[in-house]
């Protein structure tokens, strides 16, 4: 279709216009019918967000999705675009992108007026039907809808009264585009009043010029429930001419969550090569992002965003990354004393309220990390009772009693490991602890993330070894340039009684979600 160059020739071809509305419906049917999914890259939606987000899709509604920070409100309204044509005619010079079998502009309509079947016409990609725009108080209906040009009126020499001296705004230079209005309710009220008519009526008023512009637009606002009372709010008549409201949520749990960080985290190749990150380690990570959100000190209104896990876990490994580098050694395995370097992502992520901050950020940033622990404690150790009788003995005695006995016991953070591994090796009741509790624990749970070889790990796993996994999540890739690997990784799981789901990520990358149909 990219190869017809003129308005005859797209007559010809059979092309019949349709809205976006129907553009996005229409795709959107076509995958589901395919069991395609249709936002990719979103983790934990599939049965909440994501259903209702393609309900008002399918209804060929505005969509307002609320929630708080960082629920990846801004990422599913980009992920849309994937669900529009890929290209789509316009009438070539039009300001507006008037579709040439349906021109709503007075410049389109002359053109077509005077050229006729010869009207030229340009195609255009999906990549550049989305407009965005950022509410903040300063925006102002010009910027949104438009105004009249002095410059303009001075080159064409019209007066002020002809409509061709307006400049249009950002609103229908969008037009047959998907238009995203982030933190709808930083816009001043009187700049939400300029948006009615364009939601329900499809006319645009600019200087008292009345222009009769049925825009053919998919609106999508974002907007955080704090807004409603702490900068503004979103007036009664235009959350009235939005057809659906989604709410998002965070990750739910914390395999969820950690998928998501090592998604989203921007990572130097030489620091996961450098850095053995243990799946513990990754499960600590992410309590403390659950812990802020049920903590005292934080406002729970203003949210904890998935970006504080994103950068702690980029700080975490940086931390060990460091401290091998200035030991001169090549390989490291994460440990707990690098979990102080996260405390920086925490404090600044975080809004305290008046205790927190009577305690200070980093203060209860500890906190939070000390309080993971706690809650994480108990899966791999026996419990620590508060309570107990004073004769009865406990798992810890002997450990204790180490302790008691020793002048002194020191662990700095900027120890090589074979020194790392000594130190901590003089403590013998750890070690025998360990031996008897934490060794027989099954790994129930892996995450393979190691950038291709997946193929390779998963093949020369020894049997037995399955036994023990219950859940996987396997990031694969080269599945465009080898898909016998994929195929291959299927059968394997298949053979060992796992059901799987995949999720297609780029045509190259995506998750492998596997479960033992047996567990």
Known sequence: MEKVKTLGELKSSGYKSKSIKDELRDNLIAKIKKKEASFT?????????????????????????????????????????????????A??????????????SRYAKELIAEKGDQTPITWIHRSERFFEKLATPDVTVA??????????????????????????????????????????????????????????????QIRGFKLRLPLDMQFVFTANPEDYTNRGSIV??????????????????IEIAKTITQQEAKLDSRQTDMVYVPELAKDLLEQIGFEARESEFIDEKSGISARMSITAYEN??????RRTLKNGEDKTLLRFGDFMGVIPSVTGKVELVYEGEQEGAAAVATQLLGDAVKTLFPNYFPKIEKLQRPDEKTPYDDLKEWFFEQ?????????????????????????ELIKKHFNNLAPSYISID??????????????????????????????????ELLDELKQILKSQNYEFEIKTLFKDIGFLYAIRSDS
Request: hydrophobic letters at 35%.
């Open 143 to 204: 910027d949104l809808i438009g105004d009249v040009d002095p410059i303009k009126a001075a080159n064409l020499k019209l007066s002020y009264a002809d409509d061709r001296v307006i400049h249009f705004g950002m609103i229908p230079r969008a037009n047959r585009s998907i238009f995203v209005i982030n933190e709808l309710p930083d816009l001043q009220a009187r700049i939400q009043v300029a948006l009615f008519n364009i939601l329900q009526e499809g006319d645009i």
């Open 91 to 104: 009438v070539k010079g039009s300001e507006i992108s008037d579709d040439p079998l349906n021109p709503i």
């Open 407 to 431: 002048t002194g016991f020191e662990l700095p953070d900027d120890l090589t490991d074979e020194d790392y591994k000594k130190r901590l090796d003089e403590v013998g009741p750890l070690n």
């Open 236 to 253: 009664t008549p235009l959350k009235d001419r939005i057809g659906s409201q989604i709410l998002t949520h965070y990750p739910e749990t």
């Open 450 to 483: 190691t950038e291709g070889s997946e193929y390779e790990i998963i093949r020369n796993l020894p049997s037995e070894y399955f036994q023990k996994i219950d859940k996987m999540i396997i990031e694969y890739h080269m599945a465009d340039t080898h898909p």
């Open 316 to 321: 975490l490994l940086s931390t060990a990354e």
């Open 41 to 89: 890259g979103i983790h934990g939606y599939d049965d909440t967000v994501i259903p209702e987000l393609e309900r008002a899709i399918l209804s060929k509604h505005n969509i307002n999705l609320l929630g708080l920070r960082g629920q990846a409100k801004t990422r599913l309204a980009r992920l849309m675009l994937n669900l529009l044509d890929e290209y789509i005619p």
